[in-house]
C-alpha cells in the first residue's frame, strides 16, 4: 500500500493579500519540494469538495453562513486582523474538507497505507463558532468526526506539532473524551492558549515549549508528555496537524527544529499508528511560513511516511 498526497490547484486560489504568510506560494513551495525522484511512487489524488453535514459536525450552521457571507465576490475581506478572505476562499476551505474526510476514507479502506494533505486555508485555529488565525473551517477535528460518524471508529487522536497552539481543535473537542487531543507548541505565542491546565476531560494533552528551544527539548517533551497520552488511548486513527512553523528558519515562530526533528516526530507517531490503529494516519497540513524550511520539512515528513 502507498502513501497518498491529496492536493488541488484551488488551494492556490485562497488570495490573503500582499505580505500574508499565509500564501499561495506554499502550495508551490510544498509541490515543488515533492518533484523529487524520492517521490515518483506518491499516489497523487486531486481532491474533492467536502460536504457541509462533515463541517457541521464541528461548526454551528451560523458559522458556515458567516463565512458564506463575508466572502467576497471580487478582492478580499477580513474576517480578523489576520484572516482573509477571497473569493475562491470557501471552495478551498471545502476541498480541504473533502481531502482530509477522503484521506481518512482512504485508510480506512485500505486505499492508502496514510496520507498527507497538502491544503490550504489551515484549520487547527478554526473554533467551533469562530474563524481566526488564518484558519476557517478546522479540517482535523471535522476528519476526526467523520471517521466516528461514517466508519465506526471509536477513538481518534489528533496530535499538532505546530508551533502556535491548536485552540480551535481544542474548543471543538474539549468535552469530547473519544478525541484526545496533544499539541506541542511554542508558549508564550499566539493564540495565547495552550497552557498545561487545559486539560478538557482528560483528553487534552498541552506541551509548551519555550522560545529558542530545539531538538532535544521538543524530542524529550515528545517522548516523555506526547507519546504516554497517546500510548495510553489507543487511538483507532492518527491524525496529525502538521504545521512546519516550528522550523528554524520560520519567521512567525521562535523553535529551532529541523526537516530530521518532523522526520524523527513522524516515526514516532507512525509507530504509534502500528501499535494500536493498523497504520491508520492521516495528517494535515497546517502553517508553515518559510519558503524553503516549508519545502524541506514537508518533504522530510512525506518521505519517512512513505517508509512507513
Ligand atoms: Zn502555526
Excluded at 15 to 33: F, I, Q
Excluded at 204 to 231: H, I, K, Q, S, W
Aim: glycine fraction near 8%.
Amino acid at each position: 500500500m502507498m502513501t497518498r498526497l491529496y492536493h488541488h490547484p484551488i488551494f492556490a486560489e485562497h488570495l490573503t493579500g500582499p505580505g500574508h504568510p499565509e500564501r499561495p506560494e506554499r502550495m508551490a513551495a510544498v509541490a515543488a519540494a515533492l518533484e523529487d525522484e524520492a517521490f515518483q511512487n506518491l499516489d497523487r489524488v486531486l481532491a474533492s469538495e467536502g460536504s457541509l453535514d462533515a463541517v457541521y459536525r464541528c461548526h454551528p450552521h451560523d458559522h458556515v453562513r458567516k463565512i458564506a457571507r463575508s466572502t467576497p465576490t471580487e478582492g478580499m475581506a477580513r474576517i480578523d486582523g489576520d484572516t482573509i478572505v477571497s473569493p475562491q476562499s470557501f471552495a478551498a476551505a471545502l476541498h480541504a474538507v473533502g481531502a482530509a474526510c477522503a484521506a481518512v476514507d482512504d485508510v480506512v479502506s485500505g486505499a492508502a497505507r496514510n496520507v498527507f494533505v497538502a491544503a490550504r486555508p489551515p484549520g487547527h485555529h478554526a473554533e467551533r463558532a469562530t474563524a481566526m488565525g488564518f484558519c476557517l473551517f478546522n479540517q482535523a477535528a471535522i476528519a476526526a468526526r467523520h471517521a466516528q460518524a461514517v466508519h465506526g471508529l471509536e477513538r481518534v487522536a489528533i496530535v499538532d506539532w505546530d508551533v502556535h497552539h491548536g485552540n480551535g481543535t481544542q474548543d471543538i473537542v474539549w468535552s469530547d473524551p473519544s478525541i484526545l487531543y496533544v499539541s506541542t507548541h511554542q508558549m508564550p505565542l499566539y493564540p495565547g492558549t495552550g497552557a498545561r491546565s487545559e486539560t478538557g476531560v482528560g483528553n487534552v494533552f498541552n506541551v509548551p515549549l519555550r522560545e529558542d528551544d530545539g531538538t532535544d527539548e521538543f524530542r524529550a517533551a515528545f517522548r516523555e508528555a506526547v507519546m504516554p497520552p497517546l500510548e495510553a488511548f489507543r487511538p483507532d486513527l492518527v491524525i496529525i496537524s502538521a504545521g512546519f512553523d516550528a522550523h528554524h528558519r520560520d519567521p512567525l515562530g521562535g523553535l529551532n527544529l529541523t526537516e530530521a526533528d518532523f522526520d524523527w516526530a513522524t516515526g514516532q507517531l507512525l509507530d504509534v499508528a502500528s501499535r494500536h490503529a493498523g497504520d491508520r494516519l492521516v495528517s494535515l497540513l497546517e502553517g508553515g511560513y518559510d519558503l524553503q524550511g516549508l519545502g524541506r520539512s514537508v518533504a522530510s515528513h512525506v518521505k519517512r511516511l512513505m517508509i512507513g
